[in-house]
T-cell receptor, first 114, second 114 residues
Framework: DQQVKQNSPSLSVQEGRISILNCDYT??????FLWYKKYPAEGPTFLIS?????DKNEDGRFTVFLNKSAKHLSLHIVPSQPGDSAVYFC?????????????FGPGTRLSVLP | DGGITQSPKYLFRKEGQNVTLSCEQNLNHDAMYWYRQDPGQGLRLIYY???????QKGDIAEGYSVSREKKESFPLTVTSAQKNPTAFYLCASSIQSGRYYEQYFGPGTRLTVT
């Protein structure tokens, strides 16, 4: 049973528009969340994180929102660029683990169309 | 410059043969990890090691073995007991940043067993 779910396998967005990638989790004790970006045949690269004491974290064009009551987080990319086309993984850290071990979602493939 | 090296990028083996995947890091990170990625699935943890000469099984350790004789190196052996070895294998290392850990990934090795 997947503890971290990304229900949209793929998403297409026009260049310049907002991309919203969603992630749901089942374990209410997760306390640290991350987004990774992955290009084909490469390892994932860290994008942005958020701890459970916050509901928003922003870094340039990337913003992550956390709704603890809904056990939901989302990644907003504004404006979207063709170079953002990649697979995005959501990951969560079990409590008292501080990110030593993550549980990853299945990923969402984002395509930004020029 | 610092990073994680995985070699080779592509690896082909016949069924029934053991194969060892290399992972080296010069980031001076204590913890190292092996993940497996299959289409439509998130990264699944095979083994991890938090210090030299110590390692723990992840979620899917059956059919795999590891060693951690040096801080820099964490090789993964895919044994003939692994029923579905064809996959993309990712090695990672982590370091504590503030309260939490951040994981850094290597470029991956795609293993094909026929």
């Amino acid at each position: 049973d997947q503890q971290v779910k990304q229900n949209s396998p793929s998403l297409s967005v026009q260049e310049g528009r907002i991309s919203i990638l969603n992630c749901d989790y089942t374990n209410s004790m997760f306390d640290y969340f991350l987004w990774y970006k992955k290009y084909p045949a490469e390892g994932p690269t860290f994008l942005i994180s958020i701890s459970s004491i916050k509901d928003k974290n922003e870094d340039g064009r990337f913003t992550v929102f956390l709704n603890k009551s809904a056990k939901h987080l989302s990644l907003h990319i504004v404006p979207s660029q063709p170079g953002d086309s990649a697979v995005y993984f959501c990951a969560a850290s079990p409590p008292d683990n501080y990110g030593q071990n993550f549980v990853f979602g299945p990923g969402t493939r984002l395509s930004v169309l020029p | 410059d610092g990073g994680i090296t995985q070699s080779p990028k592509y690896l082909f083996r016949k069924e029934g043969q053991n194969v060892t995947l290399s992972c080296e890091q010069n980031l001076n990170h204590d913890a190292m990890y092996w993940y497996r990625q299959d289409p439509g699935q998130g990264l699944r943890l095979i083994y991890y090691s938090q210090i030299v000469n110590d390692f723990q099984k992840g979620d899917i350790a059956e059919g795999y073995s590891v060693s951690r004789e040096k801080k820099e190196s964490f090789p993964l052996t895919v044994t003939s007991a692994q029923k579905n070895p064809t996959a993309f294998y990712l090695c990672a290392s982590s370091i504590q940043s503030g309260r939490y850990y951040e994981q850094y990934f290597g470029p991956g090795t795609r293993l094909t067993v026929t």
